[in-house]
């Protein structure tokens, strides 16, 4: 059987791309060798580049995203997308790919720049019918104060960059004071816009979904319990959570949550695998969606992997059903 050559992205233009290097071990360690040829593509500010065995750096070729090695073309039959973050969680890496017709493991363009901007895609989801938090969505450009979202939205809010992911810049405010301020000052730094979204009191659940030969799968829930304040970066990352997967919930709340999950994949033509966090409030028995992840951690800390060693499958299956399903037949 005749092997694929397969571009492995990591690296990034964000605060993320830590993550995505973290992401990276995980991932190179289970691209099955058999079937798939991977060469790693770093994609930094200052370039991008495959680094062969001896440390020497080989720049990516640009105009049809090559790599020359000894003399001869590496092209590419797909890339495995792990960037976190600009450019590879945004839409800009999609878009390049999609000019060059090299197909790709994530969400196409259009849906991952859209589900990269949290208003906009609570928006879409409101608008199909599923529960989302209000949310007011601040420009830097425009910004005056704060006295504005007092009367539009219920305190305790949480604060956080608009485009982004990994908690970084986010804030919860438990009453309009000058801690709102400085909130939004601190997700001003993060990028232009900021959301400031209300809190929804409630458990919070996370899953991760993906499509393969077809059909569109739900992996098992995880329900988060976080140290800190709410699920921000140290908990994410740094140990300051408990995830207890499968969660603990009977089997009725289990497949709400899948259904709603395989929902919202649907609605938002997702490829590739996401993960969708949810907030259930057990008071008026609905589960709110928060966001759409795209590019979901695969860091020994990951919720995906835990997720996917519950369901029984190992990662070298996971990336190559991932691989295959981008693949042209």
Same mark, same amino acid.
């Given at each position: ?105 994530? +969400? ?34 425009? @910004? ?88 921000? @970066? ?35 033509? +997702? ?54 399903? +981008?693949?042209?037949?």
């Amino acid at each position: 059987m005749k092997k694929h050559t397969i571009a492995f992205v990591t690296g990034g233009f964000s605060g993320e791309a830590e993550i995505s290097y973290l992401s990276a071990k995980t991932v190179e360690k289970n691209i099955d060798p058999e079937k798939f040829d991977p060469y790693k593509i770093d994609i930094t500010q200052n370039g991008w580049f495959h680094q062969l065995p001896d440390g020497q750096k080989v720049e990516v070729d640009k105009n049809d995203f090559s790599l020359l090695i000894n003399n001869e073309k590496v092209h590419f039959d797909a890339v495995l997308i792990g960037i976190h973050g600009t450019p590879g969680e945004d839409g800009k890496l999609q878009g390049y790919f999609d000019m060059l017709q090299i197909p790709y493991t994530s +969400c196409n363009c259009a849906i991952s720049a859209l589900t990269f901007n949290k208003r906009y895609s609570v928006a879409v989801a409101a608008f199909s019918g599923i529960n989302v938090a209000n949310s007011v969505l601040l420009f830097k450009n425009s @910004y005056k104060n704060p006295k504005e979202l007092v009367k539009k939205l219920r305190f305790p809010v949480f604060v956080k960059p608009n485009n982004g992911g990994s908690s970084i810049g986010m804030s919860k405010v438990n009453s309009p004071s000058e801690e709102l301020e400085t909130a939004i000052e601190k997700a001003f730094k993060e990028d232009e816009q900021v959301l400031v979204e209300e809190f929804i009191k409630g458990r919070e659940f996370t899953i991760g979904v993906f499509q393969s030969k077809g059909i569109i799968t739900a992996l098992p829930i995880t329900e988060v319990f976080s140290k800190n304040n709410f699920f921000d @970066y140290e908990a994410k990352y740094l140990g300051a959570s408990r995830e207890v997967t499968p969660a603990e919930i009977d089997d009725s709340m289990t497949q709400q949550i899948k259904n709603e999950a395989i929902k919202i994949y649907q609605i938002f033509n +997702c490829k590739g695998i996401i993960r969708i966090d949810f907030i259930y409030n057990e008071e008026t028995n609905k589960l709110f969606m928060l966001e759409i992840n795209t590019v979901p951690g695969q860091t020994e800390a990951s919720i995906v992997p835990q997720q996917l060693k519950i369901m029984g499958w190992s990662l070298m299956e996971f990336y190559t059903s991932l691989l295959q399903e +981008c693949l042209p037949d």
